[in-house]
């Protein structure tokens, strides 16, 4: 089955084209074409999104982008079975540019194919299923599994029974741990997005130089809150700055590395907890943060000492992308479930 998907919820904006074979019980696939177009030059003078400049350049890039696809599916006369859109959650203007788009495109030119809305949620949860080209994945192996799904909007722990069939287990009850990395990220003067800049100075910093809170640690919940840590590095800051200290870079860089660390000790232990308690072969990280090699590195090493199994995405898979919107939507059509294709900013997993 060949898919192609289109992906615009927040300040990317991009166009894949996926094969799936194997049905629910054997899902594998192949990227045939997976392109990328950040916003993250135009928002970065804001310090954030600005959901209109994004509608603004997703209408422009839409066209542009869908030209070289086009060109690709003419030249090896790929037949387009299903056309993949995000749906939600995001940014409603930004949605409604893709959905309007994907609309068009399946009256106009692939109107034989089906049109499916998808969960961007979803498409992070599948995402580590675009390994190597038709890797095939012994699901027995992999389920139940627990799913880590961290990113600017969500963090998420689910218990997935099998591949179809999820719990949600637990959330953040205000920030996205990827919303508090780039908050912070600005505090520290750091540039948009925060996230991958904190990994970045954090290596050359120390970890144990502000001892910060682990929120909700050892409650015995799979919930979350990044809130309270994000406020204690301001505090942190503030008082630097009542006692005359400039923030250098050995500073910057010490901060980070503890504010990461303390982030990851929760999203890690909890993680874990719940791997145990449900007795789940395997964990499986995903969403924009997972792109942080020292979340990867530290939730892996817990995982091979506890003899789980752990997935994450290929590195280019981890933020967003039309390449996992196109495979949650295979997995969707297979399982025969339907979704108004409209804007839904708030849909939940
Ligand atoms: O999944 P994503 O591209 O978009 C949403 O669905 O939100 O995630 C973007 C988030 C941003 O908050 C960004 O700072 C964070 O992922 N992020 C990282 C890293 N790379 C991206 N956070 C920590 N370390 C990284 N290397
Ligand atoms: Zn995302």
Redesign the pocket.
């Known amino acids: 089955m060949n898919v192609l998907a289109i992906e615009t919820?927040?300040d990317?904006t991009s166009f894949a084209l996926i094969k799936g074979e194997g049905g629910l019980k054997n899902p594998k696939f192949k990227v045939l074409k997976n392109i990328v177009l950040s916003q993250i030059k135009v928002h970065s003078p804001f310090g954030g999104i600005v959901p209109n400049l994004a509608k603004r350049e997703h209408l422009t890039n839409l066209p542009i982008l869908y030209q070289k696809v086009e060109k690709f599916i003419k030249n090896r006369k790929i037949n387009i079975d299903l056309i993949a859109v995000t749906i939600g959650p995001g940014l409603e203007p930004a949605l409604w540019t893709g959905i309007n788009f994907a609309k068009n495109i399946h009256k106009e030119k692939f109107p034989h194919s089906q049109l499916v809305g998808v969960n961007?949620i979803e498409g992070?949860l599948y995402s580590f299923l675009l390994g190597k080209d038709f890797y095939q994945f012994n699901p027995s192996k992999i389920y139940p599994a627990i799913a880590l799904i961290?990113?600017?909007?969500?963090t998420i722990l689910l218990y997935l029974k099998d591949i179809i069939t999820w719990k949600k287990l637990g959330e953040t009850k205000d920030d996205?741990v990827?919303?508090a990395?780039?908050k912070v990220?600005r505090m520290l003067n750091l540039p948009y997005?925060?996230?991958?800049e904190?990994?970045k100075v954090a290596k050359k910093g120390n970890s144990d130089f502000v001892n910060f809170p682990r929120p909700m640690i050892y409650q015995k919940n799979y919930d979350f809150s990044f809130s309270g840590l994000k406020t204690s590095v301001l505090y942190f800051l503030q008082d630097l700055k009542k006692e005359g200290k400039k923030l250098d870079e050995n500073l910057i860089a010490n901060i980070a590395a503890s504010f990461q660390k303390a982030a990851f000790d929760v999203l890690v232990y909890k993680t874990l907890k719940a791997a145990q308690n449900l007795n789940a072969k395997s964990v499986i990280l995903a969403?924009?943060?997972a792109?942080?090699?020292f979340?990867r590195k530290e939730l892996k090493k817990e995982c091979v000492k506890n003899k789980i199994i752990f997935f994450a995405p290929p590195f280019d898979f981890?933020?967003?992308n039309a390449a996992m919107i196109g495979v949650a939507a295979y997995i969707q059509y297979l399982k025969g479930k339907k979704r108004r294709i409209s804007a839904q900013a708030n849909l939940e997993i």
């Open positions: 919820s927040c990317e961007h992070h961290v990113s600017g909007g969500h996205a990827g919303e990395f780039d990220g997005p925060g996230g991958p904190i990994e969403g924009g943060v792109a942080n090699k979340l981890n933020t967003d």
